[in-house]
């Protein structure tokens, strides 16, 4: 359904330094650099047929989060969920609500983790299986 996600970042370098480590634990190579027509740089990560960018505002204004948003990425298994949590953190991200593992949702048992990169952007590991 999605082709790519784009999430804003006031630091591209610190950006890049988290999402190099946390999308490398899902198997996701380095991203890859980007200068958009306007000027402003830009972090592609291609994996598995998908995208996710990071980008400088183009309209010029900060960075900001969206309220009610969350990015969520697909994990292979528990331990997949955990090392993406722990990564995070470790590379200056933020852990959020519950601790990571077990949930009952809507669309059944999951194993969720939830963090906030260091612009403040809600990020969800989720393994099913």
Do not use: W
Not at 45 to 72: K, L
């Amino acid at each position: 359904m999605l082709n790519h996600v784009l999430v804003g970042s006031n630091d591209l370098a610190r950006s890049a330094r988290f999402y190099d480590a946390v999308l490398g634990v899902l198997g996701a190579p380095p991203a890859r650099r980007d200068t958009a027509p306007s000027g402003h740089e830009r972090l592609f990560y291609r994996h598995n047929g998908t995208m996710f960018g990071v980008s400088q505002p183009i309209d010029g204004a900060a960075a900001s989060v969206g309220n009610g948003s969350t990015v969520a990425f697909r994990c292979d298994s528990a331990e997949q969920v955990q090392r993406f949590h722990d990564v995070a953190v470790a590379n200056g991200g933020t852990s959020i609500e519950d601790a990571p593992g077990p949930r009952e949702t809507s669309l059944g048992p999951a194993v969720l983790a939830y963090v906030r990169d260091p612009d403040g952007n809600k990020l969800c590991a989720v393994s099913r299986g």
